[in-house]
């Protein structure tokens, strides 16, 4: 644990000069977990997420879990997201998201590996420019945990995630720069060729303590750390002329607290 989070200050300072936005950040999330009978576990978790000034979006989850063997588990489940707009002080149009999962795991005495693969599909609402976002976003997500279960009660872990955009908006530009009537701002002829843009736009390292009080009530305080690199294309309604197209990076540390009822 004091090796991961040295490891993440050195680390911070050069991220941070290839970066665009720095935030702070906070998670609070409240989790009830069913045992339906031996390997199945139904869950319902409540997260809210929020920044140094505002809160970002409110997560409503359901889930099933399996667990058919010890080292195995597979999960589906879905998820409603309300994001938070400070500026109109309401929610903006909501995201649904569909996932689903499968977790391999290997013990080596008192230390536990995990590494967990997940898709995911989000179909964003509202109205917004299809050609700058994709309306169903899918993704791949893989995560590796250690943790130490020596202390049994506390089981400090680490892991790191990376994920993968599968079908961002992508295509191609005329090559000579234009201005509009105004002679305000250039452009570039543009066309759009589909969500076919295929890249990894975020990676996370995650530090935390698992605190089993017992069977039944579980708390575990975190801290994330997440550096992302979005390819964000700027284009006019019609998706006929480009603006800008570049990667945006940014990195976000948050403090997360998380509690867990089991019954």
């Known amino acids: 644990m004091k090796k991961l989070i040295i490891g993440l200050a050195l680390l911070l300072p050069a991220v941070a000069l290839a970066q665009t936005t720095a935030e702070f950040g906070a998670r609070a999330s409240v989790e009830a977990n069913l045992k339906i009978r031996k390997g199945f576990h139904l869950y319902v978790e409540e997260e ?31 998820t409603l997201i309300n994001p938070y707009s400070a500026s109109n002080t309401a929610f903006k149009a909501p995201r649904h998201r569909f996932f689903a999962d499968v977790a391999g795991s290997l013990t080596a005495g008192d230390f536990q590996f995990t590494l967990k693969e997940r898709f ?30 020596g202390w049994y009660t506390a089981q400090p872990y680490l892991s790191f995630e990376m994920r993968t955009a599968l079908n ?9 720069q234009q201005w ?32 089993e009080f017992n069977k039944k009530h579980s708390l575990k305080p975190y801290v994330l750390v997440d550096f992302t690199s ?10 006929t002329r480009l603006f800008s197209a570049a990667y945006v990076n940014g990195i976000k540390v948050s403090l997360g607290l998380s509690y867990v009822f089991s019954f």
Not at 49 to 76: E, F
Not at 120 to 148: D, E
Not at 168 to 176: K, R
Not at 199 to 206: L, Q
């Open 48 to 78: 809210l997420r929020a920044n140094t000034t505002s809160l970002d979006d409110i997560r409503t989850t359901v889930g099933l879990t399996y667990k058919p063997v010890k080292w195995l588990k597979m999960g589906v489940g879905y």
């Open 180 to 211: 509009n009537k105004s002679g305000t701002k250039t452009y570039y002829d543009y066309t759009h060729t589909g969500y076919t843009h295929v890249y990894n736009n975020r990676y996370r390292g995650e530090a935390g303590v698992d605190i």
């Open 120 to 149: 995911q599909y989000t179909h964003r609402c509202g109205s917004f420019n299809v050609y700058q976002s994709t309306p169903n976003a899918m993704a791949l997500k893989s995560k590796f945990t250690v943790k130490y279960k």
């Open 230 to 239: 979005d390819y964000e294309i700027d284009t006019n309604a019609e998706g």
């Open 168 to 176: 961002d908006p992508w295509g191609t530009a005329g090559t000579t």
